[in-house]
């Protein structure tokens, strides 16, 4: 069964700062990727996602990320946060085989401080 | 143009009472997924719907949730005798479900049901 991990729980930032959170998973074959973010208040909402192609995608609000086959990772970054990204983010995937369910990390809680 | 709606957006009942849980699809998308997030998680697969089929059930943790989505749009999650650890927000998401493309459809989701069962 596939899993995904996200190693940094709770994140405190200052604006400005650059930012990376970690996600790494555990599947052989072929994967897809999403990056889900979940202001305050709010449903989840898509951040970006990875199908095939150029491992770096870039999605909305600054954010990028970047996929290495190599280390089962799918890393986001942000070079400059704003106080305005304080909200949790959740790493996704599903086995790229025709199974649709999303597996989910656990999340991380990223808080910028003014 | 309208997102995914969920129905009600709490539900507080009591231990060994019936639920009802509803999802309203974005327009047209045809795919359609229940998942449930516990505190501090990240959410979890229940079923997946394509057209008015359950196409994977694989996460239903047992045989008193059920779904259905007898038309292909609305789909309802109900839950029998419910217990205390059902408590949870219940997220509905939808996609397109667009033939020749099942691997790379985007997920949307809705705001959730906060079900509390006491």
């Known amino acids: 069964a596939q899993s995904v991990s996200q190693h940094n729980h709770h994140v405190i930032l200052s604006e400005a700062a650059s930012l990376e959170l970690g996600c790494n998973y555990s599947?052989?074959?072929?994967?897809?990727l999403f990056w889900y973010v979940q202001y305050p208040g709010q449903h989840l909402q898509l951040l970006l996602k990875?199908?095939?192609?150029?491992?770096l995608v870039k999605g909305i609000k600054g954010f990028e990320a970047e996929f290495i086959k190599s280390k089962f990772s799918f890393n986001l970054r942000k070079p400059s946060v704003q106080w305005s990204d304080t909200a949790e983010y959740f790493c996704?995937?599903?086995?790229?085989?025709?199974?649709?369910?999303?597996?989910f990390g656990s999340g991380t809680r990223l808080q910028v401080q003014p | 143009g309208a997102g995914v709606s969920q129905t009600p957006s709490n539900k507080v009942t009591e231990k060994g009472k019936y639920v009802e849980l509803r999802c309203d699809p974005i327009?047209?998308?045809?795919?359609l997924y229940w998942y449930r997030q516990s505190l501090g998680q990240g959410p979890e697969f229940l079923i997946y719907?394509?057209?008015?089929?359950?196409?994977?059930d694989s996460g239903l943790p047992n045989d008193r949730f059920f779904a259905v989505r007898p038309e292909g749009s609305v789909s309802t999650l109900k839950i029998q005798r419910t217990e205390r650890g059902d408590s949870a927000m219940y997220l509905c998401?939808?996609?397109?479900?667009?033939?020749?493309?099942?691997?790379?459809?985007?997920?949307?989701f809705g705001p959730g049901t906060r079900l509390t069962v006491l």
């Open positions: 998401a939808s996609s397109s479900g667009t033939s020749g493309t099942l691997d790379t459809d985007t997920q949307y």
């Open positions: 599947y052989g074959g072929t994967v897809n």
């Open positions: 990875y199908f095939s192609g150029d491992p």
């Open positions: 996704a995937v599903n086995a790229g085989t025709g199974r649709r369910a999303l597996t």
């Open positions: 327009s047209g998308h045809t795919a």
């Open positions: 719907f394509q057209g008015t089929g359950a196409a994977d």
